[in-house]
């Protein structure tokens, strides 16, 4: 959208981030945690399309929270340290 408020850009931009997330960890998820992120996904998908702002700001924080469980933060490798950067 051109003319949109910037809570629902921001919001179909969570939504595309979460759906590539879970497209790419499909097989490493398991089945329950897989079905609740994408009810969740679309859910707030629905309320940027109503532009609801306080349950888009309520789902966005939950939505956060949930894939911040699963998705486990990649550690720096240690070779990375010691690598040079052209």
Known sequence: ??????????????????TRILNY?????PAEAFSRLSAKNDELARAAKQRDRGL??????????????????????AFAKTARRF
């Open 56 to 77: 888009v700001d309520r789902l966005a924080g939950e939505l956060d929270d949930e894939i911040g469980k699963v998705v486990q933060r990649m550690a720096t490798p």
């Open 1 to 18: 959208m051109f003319f949109a408020p910037k809570y629902v850009s921001q919001a179909q931009e969570i939504v595309k981030n979460v």
């Open 25 to 29: 960890r499909r097989d490493i998820l």
